[in-house]
C-alpha cells in the first residue's frame, strides 16, 4: 500500500476529485486529501490553518504532493489577489516546514510563477484588472523586450501589481533556498498563459539560472493546474522509468505552439512525459503508447469560435498499452475524432485513458497520471477506471464539445434542468459503449460559471 498525501490547488473537480477518482483506479494506492471545504475556490481563499492541523495528524504519509500556492496564498487565484505581507506568507510556510520535516517523508510540490493575463477580464485577478489588464500585459511584454516601457496605467495600480508580482517572485526564491537543503524530492515552476516575452518569463529565466547553477531537483514547465496531477504520476512511477511513444496524428505539425503555451507540441508533450518520471522512447521500445491528436496550424477553441480542421481518416488503435490526449483545441474535444475512437470495441486491458480537458498541458497532465495509475495497478479496479473515462467524455466531449455552446447561446444564466436535458443522450451512448450502467449522475457548476461542470457519478 502507498500512502500518499495530495494539497490540491483549489476544490475545483479536476484539482480536487479527479486525482481521487484515478488513485481509486488501484486499490493498493490510498490518497490523503483535505476536506474539500478546507480549499479555496473562486472567491474563498483556503483555511490554511485548517490543512495545516489536517497534515500534522496524518500518519504513516510516504509522499506529499503539495499545491504550494495553497499554503502561501490559500490557492492559485489568492495568490493572485491576496495583500498579505511577504513576512505573514514565510510564517505559513516556515509551519508548513517544521510538520513535513518531521515526517520525514519524500515532498513533490509546485508554485505557480505569477501569470499576466492579456485581457480586461477580472474574474481571477485584481479588481483593476477588468480596466487595466491589457494595459498592464503591454507593459511587461515591453519593459522585458526593451529594458523599459511607456504606459497610461495610474502609478498607484502599477506600483500595486508590481508589489504583488515581486513578493510572490520573492517567495519562489525561498523555495529555491529550500530545495538547496535538499527539501523537495521535486519542485516545480509553473509557467502560465506565457508570451514570448513578459515580467514572468523574466523571472522563469532568473529561477532556472539558480536552479541549474545549483544543480537543483527542480524544473520550470508550461502550464499550471494539472501538475500535481503529473506530480502524482512521478510519485508512483519514477522508479519504474516507464518508456512512452508519443503519436502524433498530424506529426508534420508538431513544431507549432498550443494556445496559452510557449513551447512546442512536440516539447510539451516531451516535458509532460519527463515530468511524470518517464522517458520518451520509440514505439518499438516503448511501454506504453501516447496516441495525441494535434492541430495542423492553429489549436481550435470551440467556445471562441476558432473551429479548425479535424480528424479524418483511419484512427489506428495501438496493440500495446495506450493512452490519447486530444489537443486539437484548447477546451473540449474533436468530435469526429472521438466519433472514430468509438467505432472501434475498446480493449480495456490496454486502454488506459482519454483526456481533452481544456490547454494542451492540462490534457497532457492529467492522462498521463491515469494512464500511469492504471498500468503499474498492483490490484486494479476496472469499475473506477470506466468512471474515471465517463467522467471525462462527458465532461470533456459532451459539455465541453457540445453542450457547452448550446447552452450558452441560449441561456444568460447556469440551470442545472437544462444541463441534464442536454446531457442525457450522453449518458446512454457512453453506457452502451463501456457496457455499463450508471446508477445516478448528478451535475453541477462548482464555480457557478459554464467554464466548468462537475459530474459525480452516484
Known sequence: MVQIAFIPIDNRPVCYTLAQQIADIDDDLHLFLPDRNLLGDLTKTADVQGILDWLENLHEVDKVIVSLDTIAYGGLVPSRRCNDKFEQI?????KFKKILEKKNTQVYAFSSIMRIS?????????????????????????????GYAKTSVPSEILDDYLKTRNRNFEINKLYIKWSEENFFNTLVFSKDDCAEYGLNVAEAKVLNINIAANKLNALIKTGADEIPLTLLARAIAEEKKLKIAPVFTQPDFVNKISKYEDVSVYDSVKGQIELAGAEVSSQKDADIVLLVNNFKDEQGELVMGVDVEAFSGDLQIPQKPYFIADILNANGADNCFVEKFFENKIDWNNFLGYGAWNTTGNTLGSIICCAFVKYLAKNSDINAFKKVQAVRFLDDWAYQANVRKILKSRLKNINIDELEKEMKPYEGFLEEKFDVKFPKIKYSYPW???????VDIL
Not at 514565510?90 to 516556515?94: F, G, I, K
Not at 457557478?448 to 461542470?453: D, K, L, Q
Request: charged content about 40%.
Open 90 to 94: 514565510v510564517e505559513r510556510l516556515e
Open 118 to 146: 492579456n485581457n480586461n477580464f477580472n474574474e481571477e485577478e485584481k479588481e483593476y484588472w477588468n480596466l487595466y489588464g491589457k494595459e498592464i500585459f503591454k507593459y511587461s511584454f515591453d519593459y522585458h523586450k526593451n
Open 448 to 454: 457557478n460559471r459554464f467554464f466548468e461542470i462537475e
